[in-house]
């Protein structure tokens, strides 16, 4: 169902971000009506192919996947690269609880329904995970195959790193956190530059398209609030259910999955994530350690494309509806 | 630079938003602070709260929200004379001096060293602050 407006106005779209961004991302933007927002995404690759579904995190857009994708495409797969709601060239709602992690992971939902989505393979980073993998849980019957990395699906923290209050909780603090990540634009600014393994590319070749969608305080909403249902207090928490429903079905889960993670990862650490997912699902391939900090496609992008290519080859199945 | 609590409204100002958060509860210590600080148990919803900050005024706004703890919502506004533009240089400046005296208040676990440093992480401390 079309947004009424949709038909006569013109979004912004990836040509729209100039050369070095549409030279690097050259892909058709399209737009789906979600659950009442504007959801951005892109669509490449032939339609009967198995459909390998990209999902970014925070404060990050489909960008993050550009050097990802061709290696995906050169073999012949369908990728989707949807923007999240609130990042990239997607809307980017005010209205607080639009942001709720259960809104999130629909919109995700509302898309593949609406692609007629079948045989998917999830590859899910940070907030890409708790999303997507509701998402895949909710059309289980239309999963193939999963990636993960940098990302986790329970309840409790499993990093010291989010229980410090140095940086963590203060950025996740009332005011602090909206006024320091939103106000001031650490996010994706400054975040993102010391969260790769080289700086320099980030400077230079990739930080400017993130931080030109997110350009005004406003844009930056969802950077400040998504970071809050992150389960820290029992008596506060606000997706702590969505979370033990989240794990519980992750367990439950048996489909051919794989785990990539970054060396320098410094927030989801790999000596403390990774085992845990080997624990939730043994059968997983991997863990693939690849060069890369939290942002581990900036530095290794072709890599991880590589990567998920051979596996998708010995484990992503075409399904009936395909 | 110091954080002063007032009362009296100055008068022929407007209110410029600088600053809000949809949600305070997730760590209700903060709520705490402001309810202690401007009263709000016995008068939530009269004036909004006052901070000068070195002869600049705030105004604090607390909104409810049906199923959550007074206050669920702040906003922070700038009381700027008139129809004259507002400095936003000193605009941020005074708002770090808000943030610090907020975390000084609440205490515990929060702290100055920890807030000053995670700014300075993200370089986003004001110069003068």
Redesign the interface.
């Known amino acids: 169902m079309p947004i009424p407006y949709q038909e006569h106005t013109i979004y912004r779209s990836i040509k729209d971000l100039g050369p070095h961004v549409a030279s690097r991302y050259p892909y058709e933007s399209k737009f789906a009506n979600v659950n009442g927002w504007r959801m951005h995404y892109i669509d490449e690759g032939p339609r009967q192919a198995p459909p390998v579904l990209l999902l970014h995190g925070n404060p990050t857009w489909g960008w993050l996947w550009r050097d990802t994708i061709p290696p995906l495409l050169a073999a012949g797969y369908r990728v989707i690269v949807p923007d999240q709601i609130g990042f990239g060239l997607s809307e980017h709602p005010h209205t607080?609880s639009a942001h709720s992690l259960d809104n999130h992971a629909a919109n995700l939902v509302a898309l593949i329904d609406q692609l007629e989505l079948s045989g998917i393979f999830f590859v899910c980073h940070d907030w890409g995970g708790p999303t997507g993998l509701s998402a895949l849980l909710t059309r289980h019957e239309r999963a193939s195959a999963v990636a993960v990395m940098s990302t986790w699906a329970w309840r409790e923290p499993a990093s010291d790193f989010h229980r410090a209050?140095?940086?963590w909780?203060?950025?996740?603090?009332?005011?602090?956190?909206?006024?320091?990540m939103g106000?001031?634009?650490?996010f994706p600014?400054?975040?993102m530059y010391?969260s790769v393994v080289d700086r320099k590319h980030m400077l230079e070749d990739a930080l400017s398209a993130y931080m030109s969608v997110t350009p005004d305080v406003g844009d930056r909403r969802l950077t400040w609030?998504w970071p809050?249902s992150i389960p820290?207090?029992p008596?506060?928490?606000?997706a702590a259910d969505r979370f033990e429903w989240l794990e519980a079905g992750v367990r439950d889960l048996n489909i051919p999955s794989t785990i990539i993670w970054g060396r320098e990862e410094q927030v989801f650490t790999a000596d403390v994530f990774t085992p845990v997912w080997h624990e939730i699902w043994p059968h997983a391939e991997g863990t693939h350690m690849v060069t890369g900090n939290h942002f581990l496609q900036e530095d290794s992008g072709a890599e991880i494309g590589d990567l998920l290519v051979d596996f998708a080859r010995r484990n992503v199945r075409i399904t009936k509806e395909a | 630079m110091p954080v002063t609590r007032i009362t009296k409204r100055p008068s022929d100002t407007r209110s410029v938003p600088v600053l809000s958060d949809p949600d305070v509860g997730h760590y209700p210590e903060f709520a705490a602070f402001l309810v202690e600080t401007f009263e709000l148990a016995e008068k939530p919803l009269e004036s909004p709260g006052l901070l000068d900050v070195d002869g600049q005024v705030y105004e604090l706004i607390f909104i409810g929200r049906s199923g959550r703890p007074f206050p669920a919502a702040i906003e922070i506004a700038a009381l700027v004379p008139g129809l004259e533009p507002m400095n936003t240089d000193q605009t941020d400046k005074d708002l770090w001096a808000i943030m610090e005296w907020l975390i000084e208040g609440v205490g515990e676990p929060w702290s100055l060293e920890a807030l000053r440093t995670t700014a300075d992480i993200y370089r986003v401390r004001p110069p003068a602050a």
């Open positions: 607080p209050v140095m940086p909780l203060t950025l996740h603090a009332p005011l602090t956190g909206p006024h320091i106000r001031q634009g650490a600014g400054r975040s010391l609030q809050r820290v207090n008596d506060t928490d606000i």
